[in-house]
């Protein structure tokens, strides 16, 4: 498990949703709740689209230090997404 597990996931040609499914519940431990997947979604979406520092609500019952919310390049950080982000692909083909 780890970042060549979610390499390979973010490579799979899954849906997206199942891939972060795949992510939030096996790569780890204890597993994210699963409610996690649509916000991670919109967090890749926006360090894609260049908005790191967008504010995203979470799901109900889940913080981020204290807070609803969180930006989403804390998002991606805390539940290691960085294979979803284009400039990561790049970097990879690249290789």
């Given amino acids: 498990m780890g970042y060549g597990f979610s390499v390979d996931v973010s490579q799979s040609g899954i849906d997206l949703r199942d891939q972060i499914k795949i992510q939030l519940t096996h790569n780890h431990y204890p597993p994210v709740p699963t409610s996690m997947v649509g916000v991670c979604i919109e967090a890749i979406e926006a360090c894609n689209g260049d908005e790191p520092d967008v504010v995203l609500?979470?799901?109900?019952?889940?913080?981020?230090?204290?807070?609803?919310?969180?930006?989403?390049?804390?998002?991606?950080?805390?539940?290691?997404?960085?294979?979803?982000?284009?400039?990561?692909?790049?970097?990879?083909?690249?290789a």
Avoid at 75 to 88: G, Q, T
Wanted: aromatic share 14%; no cysteine.
């Fill in 57 to 94: 609500a979470l799901p109900d019952g889940i913080t981020w230090r204290g807070k609803p919310s969180a930006p989403a390049f804390a998002i991606v950080e805390a539940h290691h997404l960085d294979s979803w982000l284009y400039w990561n692909q790049e970097e990879e083909i690249n």
